[in-house]
């Protein structure tokens, strides 16, 4: 009983968190409820309009003792037709109003939410991205962001609305007859039985669900971008048999919710016939005794079946309203992930030289596994210095912790002497250009993939940085030239090329620190020429660090640090190195 207490109250707290996004559209959020209230008190006009039409008919006058004449009758029945019609169309155009404004409210509310998730997405330390699928994030960012918006549109302010009509009808019911009244919603009590079953049983089915579209997204996802690895090693028939079972938990977990609704809306229509069948048995045997009219009996079966309507969609919208509270409590996970980058930093990038200092740096991904141990290095002000070792050395952490992709355990890393935290993320980044080996195009132009949109950089910059790195020839040898599409991931091209668009791309924000993660293993010698000599080029006057896959491409560094399971083991010029006779570079050396 605790727990569910616990659990209610948490939710609660979920959807004031909700209604809370709705604060800087006050007014659209005010009018949506007062549409909602006023078109709920309007409903009960129609009926009542309704009863007084027939119970003229029957040449009762509704305001007076005794009878119509047939021309009093005709005006009054033109009179209450007219009102009728205005009614109607008055509820028509407050009905329009309604649902164009909680649609717009919850569509407002939607997009300031989508863009607090991606903004937030966004700061998020690397390690994040190491730990949660894709495709779970694109469904927290995407449709769960998405079922908010029935949160306004068919949640919490259709649910007063529909409330408030539940009050009206059943106060008027009572105020007509209060012992016909009961007769008729004596079947109520165990609508209610119905409509708590219904939700609770559906809840669950909500909750099942967009698990599974999360499992679903995540594969895809991850599948389609791997859909060449999958080909290439004949595993169509055994991902497909994992698909299949994703999408059946996905049928299964939908067939669960139809299967509720197949049961309610039966129920709730024979209870609903149930106490129209009670009222006429009632209205049988008692309408000489209350004094029931053609009018009232009409009255009273149109309130049955409005009755029972809210109830029925109140049940529905209430999981609806859940549904949301369950998608917000993951979106909220997202956007309360503390993992995120520290941008205390205060100290502007103006000048900066390039010296580059490691500290005594200890990193580890997770807990206390470090994958760097005590690294300490120097690298002066234009110096270039090759970082070599075995798979698995830390090459690539020393990358990921000078751009702050990640933050470091213990020790200090300065540039210029001044630790990296105190300076600014944003110009931190802008001030070292990294080649990662694993390069990422996106799907559009060469142009816009070097400048990503950057308004400061011109075609004609980009086209001069083409030419000195050397690959100008080979973009303008493409459809359209640096206007070729290279489509997803830059798939389009090879992995040199898409190298050396990276080089260009490092090379015309004119970094003073330049960082290559060099991958030649997987690249020809013609397009192994053009990276080395496009490493020498974009080297030029400022620091360089090149993580070394093959020791023939470091021949110009001046200084080259060899690391070993998270430590240096050695470093010092090339020469020094060579003349250690039992020195590990100097064994690498000969091994080739």
């Known amino acids: 009983m605790a727990k569910t207490e616990q659990k209610n109250k948490f939710s609660f707290k979920l959807l ?14 005010f009018l949506a409820i007062t549409l909602t209230l006023l078109l709920s008190s309007l409903t009960i006009v129609r009926p009542l309009i309704i009863n007084q039409m027939l119970n003229c008919v029957g040449m009762v006058n509704p305001t007076e003792e005794g009878f119509l004449t047939d021309s009093e009758k005709m005006t009054y029945i033109n009179y209450m037709g007219l009102l009728l019609i205005g009614v109607l169309l008055t509820e028509a155009l407050l009905q329009f109003t309604n649902i164009y404004i909680t649609n717009l409210l919850g569509q407002n509310i939607v997009k300031d939410l989508r863009l607090q998730v991606y903004s937030h997405i966004l700061k998020l330390k690397n390690t994040y991205f190491d730990n ?14 998405e079922s908010l918006s029935d949160v306004f549109s068919q949640g919490f302010i259709v649910i007063c609305g529909d409330l408030l009509m539940l009050v009206i009808f059943i106060t008027a019911m009572l105020l007509k007859n209060w012992v016909v009244a009961l007769v008729t919603l004596s079947t109520i009590p165990l ?13 669950k089915t909500f909750t ?4 599974a579209v999360a499992s679903l997204n995540a594969f895809t996802n991850e599948h389609i971008s791997g859909m060449r690895i999958v080909q290439l090693f004949n595993r169509e028939k055994l991902e497909y048999e994992k698909f299949k079972e994703i999408n059946q938990k996905h049928k299964v977990a939908n067939i669960r919710s139809i299967w509720y609704y197949s049961v309610f809306f039966p129920v709730v229509e024979i209870l609903s016939a149930v106490s129209v069948a009670l009222f006429i048995w009632f209205a049988g045997l008692k309408a000489n005794t209350y004094n029931l009219k053609l009018g009232d009996i009409t009255f009273f079966i149109m309130m049955i079946n409005m009755v029972f309507r809210p109830i029925r969609l109140l049940a529905d919208r209430l999981n609806t309203l859940q549904m949301g509270i369950v998608a917000s409590e993951r979106v909220f996970k997202v956007i309360d992930t503390d993992e995120v980058i520290s941008e205390s930093g205060t100290v502007p990038v103006k000048n900066m030289q390039g010296k580059v200092e490691f500290k005594n740096v200890w990193f580890a991904y997770k807990d206390e596994n470090y994958v760097l141990k005590g690294i300490s290095f120097e690298i002066n002000q234009g110096e270039t210095v090759a970082i070599i070792g075995a798979t698995g050395a830390g090459k690539s952490s020393i990358i990921n912790l000078l751009s702050r992709f990640y933050e470091i355990n213990k020790g200090q890393i300065l540039i210029d002497q001044i630790q990296i935290s105190d300076y600014k993320l944003n110009e931190l980044r802008e001030s070292v250009g990294v080649v990662l080996q694993d390069v990422f195009l996106f799907s559009d132009t060469i142009l816009n993939n070097i400048t990503l949109h950057n308004p400061e950089i011109t075609e004609d910059q980009v086209v001069t940085a083409a030419k000195n790195i050397g690959i100008h020839e080979f973009i303008a040898s493409l459809p359209g030239g640096y206007h070729y599409n290279v489509k997803e991931r830059g798939s389009m091209l090879s992995a040199g090329q898409r190298q050396l668009i990276a080089f260009v791309r490092a090379y015309v924000y004119n970094p003073p620190i330049f960082v290559l993660d060099e991958a030649t293993s997987s690249i020809d010698l013609e397009t192994e020429k053009l990276i080395q000599k496009a490493s020498f080029e974009i080297a030029k006057n400022r620091t360089s660090i090149i993580i070394a896959h093959r020791l023939s491409t470091i021949h110009h560094a001046k200084k080259i640090i060899v690391m ?8 010092g ?15 690498m050396l000969e091994l080739i």
Not at 16 to 29: A, E, G, H, N
Request: aromatic residues 8%; without cysteine.
């Open 191 to 203: 609508l209610l039985i119905a409509t708590n079953l219904f939700k609770n049983g559906v809840k």
């Open 132 to 145: 949660t699928p894709v495709g779970t994030l694109v469904t927290r960012a995407i449709s769960d962001i």
């Open 16 to 29: 004031k968190r909700i209604l809370s996004y709705s604060k800087p559209y006050k007014k659209l959020f």
């Open 564 to 571: 070993e399971k998270g430590e240096i083991i050695e470093q």
């Open 573 to 587: 010029q090339t020469k020094e190195l060579l003349d250690k006779v039992d020195g590990v570079y100097r064994k």
């Open 208 to 211: 099942e669900v967009r698990n």
